[in-house]
């Protein structure tokens, strides 16, 4: 997260349903409901790889990655990691390349520092009329004062969920294209968002939806929480449905200023620039925790058991959205 933010969350929570693992592979129990008229009512979806989520998020939060800094050799070790991992989910590539780089500023010897952004793309079995973006910026604040800030929470939670996504779409391809992105140089900017919506590789009129992922990796009180209903009301109903039969305590919030108690987390993050381009966005976060932007936000403190519920709640969110896009977009079009 690029803000130093401090939350005071006002707790609200729902029901919780059981899941359980069978070796690596989660097996999740989800009501579907009036999501996919085709769909039975309740059924087990093998949402992704348990064991290799929390692999991924382990290697892009190891020392050896530097803090991810962007245009730094730890950083492009990510972006390396992130390219592999990409490939062997079977996305496509964008354009004939999975990296879109942009210029951020001139170093000290006068030379051009670039961030780059890592993209890949899910066909939908309906077309590429219509598209959700989901983004996660993988880069953090790298090192000072000879320690290195990992980040496991901020963002290699996002940026391993995202990966994770990749696995389950590819294998269950979703109606509607999904554009996957690894964005840059968040931290300090949103550099890279911004970079993205100024020049997206898909039309910018196709993409309906922005689902963000930044900070998922711990919650004391088992909440996540999803901003951006109040900006865009007619997406409480697909939150509501999704939070109705979450394995974890979904909840809206973080998305108005001058609620008690309760920050706006509106510019907060990657979903800020697709805001201002009038583009909707959930963005799927957690509160502040003791180890922000410290050196101690490792994987070690991250809560294994939230975050693999939390992954598995935004994969049954980006179903439910993709099952009604058209009905999305045209409330879009409509506001």
């Known amino acids: 997260m690029c803000d130093d933010r401090r939350r005071a969350a006002a707790r609200r929570g729902v029901t919780v349903r059981g899941w359980s693992t069978t070796g690596g592979l989660l097996?999740?129990?989800?009501?579907?409901?009036?999501?996919?008229?085709?769909?039975?009512?309740?059924?087990?979806?093998?949402?992704?790889?348990?064991?290799?989520?929390?692999?991924?998020?382990?290697?892009?939060?190891?020392?050896?990655?530097?803090?991810?800094?962007?245009?730094?050799?730890?950083?492009?070790?990510?972006?390396?990691?992130?390219?592999?991992?990409?490939?062997?989910?079977?996305?496509?590539?964008?354009?004939?390349?999975?990296?879109?780089?942009?210029?951020?500023?001139?170093?000290?010897?006068?030379?051009?520092?670039?961030?780059?952004?890592?993209?890949?793309?899910?066909?939908?079995?309906?077309?590429?009329?219509?598209?959700?973006?989901?983004?996660?910026?993988?880069?953090?604040?790298?090192?000072?004062?000879?320690?290195?800030?990992?980040?496991?929470?901020?963002?290699?939670?996002?940026?391993?969920?995202?990966?994770?996504?990749?696995q389950h779409f590819r294998a269950h391809q979703p109606a509607h294209t999904f554009v996957l992105a690894a964005l840059d140089a968040e931290e300090g900017g949103l550099r890279g968002a911004r970079a993205f919506v100024a020049s997206p590789p898909v039309p910018r009129e196709a993409i309906v939806l922005n689902i963000n992922l930044d900070m998922i990796g711990r919650d004391p009180d088992d909440i996540l929480y999803a901003a951006g209903p109040s900006h865009y009301p007619f997406l409480v109903p697909y939150i509501e449905r999704v939070a109705a039969d979450a394995p974890i305590k979904l909840v809206m919030g973080h998305d108005a200023p001058g609620r008690a108690g309760m920050d706006d987390w509106t510019s907060s993050s990657d979903h800020f620039p697709f805001h201002e381009a009038g583009i909707p966005f959930i963005y799927f976060g957690v509160e502040d925790f003791p180890h922000h932007h410290k050196p101690t936000d490792d994987y070690e403190t991250l809560t294994h058991d939230f975050y693999v519920r939390a992954v598995t709640t935004i994969i049954e969110a980006l179903r439910v959205f993709d099952a009604d896009l058209e009905a999305i977009d045209r409330a879009r079009q409509a506001r």
């Not at 592999?84 to 210029?103: C, K, Q, V, W, Y």
């Not at 952004?117 to 993988?138: F, K």
């Not at 980040?151 to 391993?160: E, L, M, Q, R, V």
């Open 27 to 166: 097996l999740v129990l989800v009501s579907v409901g009036c999501g996919d008229p085709q769909a039975p009512a309740a059924t087990i979806t093998a949402a992704f790889e348990r064991d290799q989520l929390l692999a991924d998020v382990r290697v892009l939060s190891a020392d050896d990655m530097e803090g991810r800094l962007v245009a730094s050799p730890g950083g492009a070790k990510a972006r390396a990691y992130i390219l592999e991992r990409f490939a062997a989910a079977g996305l496509e590539p964008i354009d004939g390349t999975f990296e879109f780089p942009f210029a951020i500023d001139a170093a000290a010897d006068g030379t051009l520092r670039r961030g780059v952004n890592v993209v890949g793309r899910i066909p939908g079995t309906r077309g590429a009329a219509r598209a959700i973006v989901v983004t996660a910026h993988y880069d953090h604040i790298g090192v000072r004062n000879g320690e290195v800030y990992n980040g496991a929470d901020d963002n290699a939670s996002g940026t391993a969920a995202l990966l994770a996504i990749a």
